[in-house]
Nanobody, 123 residues
C-alpha cells in the first residue's frame, strides 16, 4: 500500500468528518493529490484534488461548498474536511498521488493509491 487513508466512520446526516492521507513513501513530492470515492454499486468517482503547491484546487460539483481539501507538506499528509454530510456521500474514499503537479479528475492521472476508508452517513 502506497498511501494510508484514515478518518472514515459512521456519522449522521449533517455531521462532519476529516479524512487524512499519509504518504510514508513520499510519493507526494512535486505531485498533486486527489480524493476519489466509490459508492455501493457505482463506479469510482472524483471528489477533489490539490496541486503540489496548493494553488490549484478542484472539486466535484456534488461536494462543492461542503468539502475542503488541504495539504500539510511538513507532515506529508493531505486532508479532506467533509461538512454537512449527506447519505449520498456514503462510499469508500480513496486518496491518490498524481503523476505530476496537477492531478485533474481522471483516475488515469494518478499513480499511487491508498487502501480506502469507509464513510457511512445515516439519514
Amino acid at each position: 500500500v502506497q498511501l494510508q487513508a484514515s478518518g472514515g466512520g459512521l456519522v449522521q446526516a449533517g455531521g462532519s468528518l476529516r479524512l487524512s492521507c499519509a504518504d510514508p513513501r513520499r510519493t507526494f513530492s512535486n505531485n498533486a493529490v486527489g480524493w476519489f470515492r466509490r459508492a455501493p454499486g457505482k463506479e469510482r468517482e472524483f471528489v477533489a484534488s490539490i496541486s503540489w503547491r496548493g494553488e490549484t484546487i478542484s472539486y466535484a460539483d456534488s461536494v462543492k461548498g461542503r468539502f475542503a481539501i488541504s495539504r500539510d507538506s511538513a507532515k506529508n499528509t493531505v486532508y479532506l474536511q467533509m461538512n454537512n454530510l449527506k447519505p449520498e456521500d456514503t462510499a469508500v474514499y480513496y486518496c491518490a498521488s498524481a503523476s505530476g503537479s496537477y492531478g485533474g479528475s481522471l483516475e488515469g492521472g494518478y499513480r499511487y493509491w491508498g487502501q480506502g476508508t469507509q464513510v457511512t452517513v445515516s439519514s
